[in-house]
């Protein structure tokens, strides 16, 4: 049995680090492995005690060099370029669509012509060099025909930012006053708004929604969270939230924005490359024709950080078989340029220096001896001064970063999440040092280092230095990062048989302090690419805030549950769902619910009674207790339940969402789960509050 989870264990660490689909990698890590057999893995590469040896061993050691250096010097810039003649003829076949009645077809069309039309005047043998202002124009006219004048007026201008001929030049001012007057005219037009707004419904268009407050206000100490929750940090359970005060049934508790963010290269046509929104009429780079966005902004934003370096590779990247968290890894670098990620190596660094000062100073002697004798509560206190520290971001030398702080604040908050690096084995090391490898070589062919080592050389300590966080990033995104999504709403209903889309990875410093549950007390949603977290139960102050990695044990028994979160996060989940081995859905009825003792402060709990009962003295408080107030309230419950299931099937989701609500307060004052009504209805307050998120609702065909 243990070989069988070991085995599990290790299939689930390798698809964080590479995808099922076979690529080159792949075929990489399986060359080296046997190239340099298990007892250097384990007598050498394993005796290694840190990321830059690690990394610095790979590109010097003579039993493993030469076969990473040959492989990794084969990796060239690879990606889709524009293609003049593939814009002309889609822009030429949009026109038949446009003339034929078929308006979206032609959207389409003229679209792709946009994203692989080449910058003016770099291909002057087809359309005069203008590929690019003709397809915009084109793209245009057909916004125009159906009534959506903000997003042609986009076009135009980026078309107008061309010197035109003159007779394009008289069209492009033409429609540009045309679009104007028309987008005035619905500014002051209640009915043209109303309109608009159906139109919106029906779009292909994701919902932009607004970011909500945080409940409690904001805490000083967790950047997005809110002042109703603290980290805590246990022996058994690491840091985790916990309710600071009392916390109720819907309340906000996190809205965060992503450190870094990715989507997944299924998405690249479908949405911003960006912000993640989807794409109407979507623009390209200036130099790629591989991602899309949705507007100068995003574009101008991703051109100026990552992709910049990302542009040129990012084929060479899909095709290696990377996961998207490897890709994650790798953008973690590339936002922050590498100045930022030297100055985060350097941080690091002096805070590994800092707390073995520390230790030597408390008890002299080996750094080994020391850390032996260190007691429990010197170590919390040591944890806490790290997690005080690690607030926000830092900066190395605030003389010099006097005036300019925010461009150089390094932010450190993801290097304190938990990587299980004791934990590793020495091949799970040396797979994700090859990625870090890998990595590597595409930051060096596309600029990111100003003197690139050759490939006969050994890294710079420079490189050495980014290769080793690239591995810390593999390390820390394994366990820490979060699936973003949008809700797929079905043409017909709102919520039934609606159902999230994952769209991409992102890592969230503060939610990543939140544990995991197989009866979360919490739900998360996104909009944009910001992570929302509410309440979906009562919480008092103490009281864990937990949410879920994935198996939900009304959906999984305890043995699946267990395998999966020994598999992929490498630890035996102990919560009360699972300690007390709560049924599935199908098992579960109202009638296993348990009653609170009424007395205050009492903790007994106490099953259902039966009709007629009497009342009785409970143990825990010695007194004469009636639990026939609390089964009234929990019929209450189940009525108010019924109550917010019909307001979604109206599509009443603040209607559903108040019952709903009322219930789940007045259910965990008097009872314990489980109780199937009362997870239905935290199941459907979850995709009713998910509908204040990212959704999506195709057009009926």
Same mark, same amino acid.
């Given at each position: 049995?243990?070989?069988?989870?070991?085995?599990?264990?290790?299939?689930?660490?390798?698809?964080?680090?590479?995808?099922?689909?076979?690529?080159?990698?792949?075929?990489?890590?399986?060359?080296?492995?046997?190239?340099?057999?298990?007892?250097?893995?384990?007598?050498?590469?394993?005796?290694?005690?840190?990321?830059?040896?690690?990394?610095?061993?790979?590109?010097?050691?003579?039993?493993?060099?030469?076969?990473?250096?040959?492989?990794?010097?084969?990796?060239?810039?690879?990606?889709?370029?524009?293609?003049?003649?593939?814009?002309?003829?889609?822009?030429?076949?949009?026109?038949?669509?446009?003339?034929?009645?078929?308006?979206?077809?032609?959207?389409?069309?003229?679209?792709?012509?946009?994203?692989?039309?080449?910058?003016?005047?770099?291909?002057?043998?087809?359309?005069?060099?203008?590929?690019?202002?003709?397809?915009?124009?084109?793209?245009?006219?057909?916004?125009?025909?159906?009534?959506?004048?903000?997003?042609?007026?986009?076009?135009?201008?980026?078309?107008?930012?061309?010197?035109?001929?003159?007779?394009? /030049?008289?069209?492009?001012?033409?429609?540009?006053?045309?679009?104007?007057?028309?987008?005035?005219?619905?500014?002051?037009?209640?009915?043209?708004?109303?309109?608009?707004?159906?139109?919106?419904?029906?779009?292909?268009?994701?919902?932009?929604?607004?970011?909500?407050?945080?409940?409690?206000?904001?805490?000083?100490?967790?950047?997005?969270?809110?002042?109703?929750?603290?980290?805590?940090?246990?022996?058994?359970?690491?840091?985790?939230?916990?309710?600071?005060?009392?916390?109720?049934?819907?309340?906000?508790?996190?809205?965060?924005?992503?450190?870094?963010?990715?989507?997944?290269?299924?998405?690249?046509?479908?949405?911003?490359?960006?912000?993640?929104?989807?794409?109407?009429?979507?623009?390209?780079?200036?130099?790629?024709?591989?991602?899309?966005?949705?507007?100068?902004?995003?574009?101008?934003?991703?051109?100026?950080?990552?992709?910049?370096? @990302?542009?040129?590779?990012?084929?060479?990247?899909?095709?290696?078989?990377?996961?998207?968290?490897?890709?994650?890894?790798?953008?973690?670098?590339?936002?922050?340029?590498?100045?930022?990620?030297?100055?985060?190596?350097?941080?690091?660094?002096?805070?590994?220096?800092?707390?073995?000062?520390?230790?030597?100073?408390?008890?002299?002697?080996?750094?080994?001896?020391?850390?032996?004798?260190?007691?429990?509560?010197? /170590?919390?206190?040591?944890?806490?001064?790290?997690?005080?520290?690690?607030?926000?971001?830092?900066?190395?030398?605030?003389?010099?970063?006097?005036?300019?702080?925010?461009?150089?604040?390094?932010?450190?908050?993801?290097? @304190?999440?938990?990587?299980?690096?004791?934990?590793?084995?020495?091949?799970?090391?040396?797979?994700?040092?090859?990625?870090?490898?890998?990595?590597?070589?595409?930051?060096?062919?596309?600029?990111?280092?100003?003197?690139?080592?050759?490939?006969?050389?050994?890294?710079?300590?420079?490189?050495?230095?980014?290769?080793?966080?690239?591995?810390?990033?593999?390390?820390?995104?394994?366990?820490?990062?979060?699936?973003?999504?949008?809700?797929?709403?079905?043409?017909?209903?709102?919520?039934?048989?609606? /159902?999230?889309?994952?769209?991409?990875?992102?890592?969230?410093?503060?939610?990543?302090?939140?544990?995991?549950?197989?009866?979360?007390?919490?739900?998360?949603?996104?909009?944009?690419?910001?992570?929302?977290?509410?309440?979906?139960?009562?919480?008092?102050?103490?009281?864990?805030?937990?949410?879920?990695?994935?198996?939900?044990?009304?959906?999984?028994?305890?043995?699946?549950?267990?395998?999966?979160?020994?598999?992929?996060?490498?630890?035996?989940?102990?919560?009360?769902?699972?300690?007390?081995?709560?049924?599935?859905?199908?098992?579960?009825?109202?009638?296993?619910?348990?009653?609170?003792?009424?007395?205050?402060?009492?903790?007994?709990?106490?099953?259902?009674?039966?009709?007629?009962?009497?009342?009785?003295?409970?143990?825990?408080?010695?007194?004469?207790?009636?639990?026939?107030?609390?089964?009234?309230?929990?019929?209450?419950?189940?009525?108010?339940?019924?109550?917010?299931?019909?307001?979604?099937?109206?599509?009443?989701?603040?209607?559903?969402?108040?019952?709903?609500?009322?219930?789940?307060?007045?259910?965990?004052?008097?009872?314990?789960?489980?109780?199937?009504?009362?997870?239905?209805? @935290?199941?459907?307050?979850?995709?009713?509050?998910?509908?204040?998120?990212?959704?999506?609702?195709?057009?009926?065909?």
């Amino acid at each position: 049995m243990e070989s069988t989870e070991e085995f599990y264990r290790t299939l689930c660490s390798l698809e964080t680090l590479r995808s099922g689909k076979k690529g080159f990698f792949c075929d990489f890590s399986d060359c080296v492995m046997s190239v340099v057999g298990e007892q250097w893995i384990s007598k050498v590469f394993g005796r290694l005690s840190n990321d830059e040896d690690r990394i610095r061993t790979i590109f010097t050691d003579n039993k493993i060099k030469a076969t990473v250096v040959e492989t990794l010097s084969r990796a060239k810039p690879l990606y889709r370029d524009k293609d003049a003649n593939t814009s002309r003829a889609r822009r030429l076949e949009g026109f038949v669509a446009a003339t034929a009645g078929e308006r979206e077809k032609a959207l389409l069309l003229f679209s792709q012509a946009v994203l692989r039309a080449p910058a003016p005047g770099v291909c002057t043998t087809i359309d005069r060099g203008l590929s690019l202002p003709l397809a915009l124009l084109g793209r245009a006219e057909i916004f125009m025909a159906l009534n959506e004048h903000a997003l042609a007026l986009d076009d135009l201008a980026l078309a107008g930012e061309v010197d035109l001929p003159d007779q394009l /030049k008289v069209e492009l001012d033409r429609k540009m006053e045309e679009c104007k007057r028309v987008v005035e005219a619905n500014q002051k037009s209640l009915v043209s708004r109303k309109e608009l707004l159906e139109r919106k419904k029906n779009s292909r268009v994701t919902e932009s929604k607004a970011l909500p407050q945080l409940s409690g206000g904001e805490n000083p100490e967790l950047p997005g969270a809110s002042a109703l929750l603290e980290i805590q940090e246990t022996a058994a359970a690491g840091k985790q939230a916990i309710a600071k005060k009392d916390i109720s049934v819907g309340d906000t508790l996190v809205v965060e924005a992503p450190l870094a963010a990715c989507l997944l290269p299924d998405y690249f046509g479908t949405h911003c490359h960006h912000c993640f929104t989807r794409l109407r009429g979507p623009i390209g780079c200036p130099n790629c024709s591989n991602v899309a966005f949705c507007s100068r902004t995003c574009r101008d934003a991703a051109i100026g950080s990552y992709h910049k370096y @990302e542009c040129k590779i990012l084929a060479l990247m899909i095709g290696s078989g990377m996961s998207v968290l490897s890709t994650l890894a790798l953008r973690m670098a590339t936002q922050n340029g590498l100045g930022k990620c030297l100055k985060i190596c350097q941080a690091l660094s002096q805070r590994k220096v800092n707390k073995n000062e520390e230790i030597m100073e408390a008890f002299p002697g080996t750094e080994a001896e020391t850390e032996a004798k260190l007691s429990k509560s010197a /170590k919390r206190r040591m944890r806490r001064k790290k997690l005080r520290e690690s607030k926000y971001g830092e900066t190395l030398d605030s003389e010099k970063l006097q005036g300019n702080l925010e461009e150089d604040r390094i932010d450190l908050r993801a290097y @304190e999440l938990v990587t299980h690096e004791k934990q590793r084995t020495d091949i799970d090391f040396l797979e994700r040092s090859l990625m870090a490898a890998f990595l590597l070589k595409c930051l060096q062919i596309v600029g990111f280092f100003e003197n690139p080592s050759k490939d006969n050389e050994p890294p710079s300590e420079q490189e050495i230095a980014v290769g080793s966080l690239l591995l810390k990033h593999l390390q820390v995104l394994q366990f820490n990062a979060h699936e973003f999504f949008e809700t797929r709403l079905r043409t017909d209903h709102r919520f039934h048989g609606s /159902k999230p889309v994952y769209l991409g990875v992102a890592v969230y410093p503060t939610v990543s302090r939140f544990n995991h549950d197989c009866y979360p007390a919490v739900t998360r949603y996104f909009v944009g690419p910001n992570i929302v977290i509410r309440a979906i139960r009562s919480l008092r102050p103490g009281d864990v805030i937990a949410e879920n990695y994935g198996p939900i044990f009304t959906k999984k028994t305890l043995q699946e549950r267990q395998r999966t979160l020994a598999g992929r996060y490498w630890f035996r989940c102990q919560c009360t769902a699972c300690c007390e081995d709560w049924p599935t859905f199908d098992t579960l009825t109202n009638d296993l619910v348990r009653l609170r003792c009424p007395t205050d402060g009492c903790s007994k709990v106490y099953r259902k009674p039966r009709e007629g009962s009497k009342p009785l003295m409970c143990s825990g408080c010695q007194r004469k207790i009636d639990l026939r107030g609390q089964v009234n309230i929990i019929r209450d419950c189940e009525e108010l339940y019924d109550r917010g299931f019909k307001a979604m099937d109206q599509e009443q989701p603040e209607k559903a969402l108040e019952a709903f609500f009322q219930a789940a307060g007045m259910f965990h004052r008097v009872a314990v789960a489980p109780h199937r009504d009362t997870h239905l209805a @935290e199941i459907a307050a979850s995709a009713c509050m998910a509908d204040a998120g990212n959704t999506w609702r195709p057009s009926p065909l």
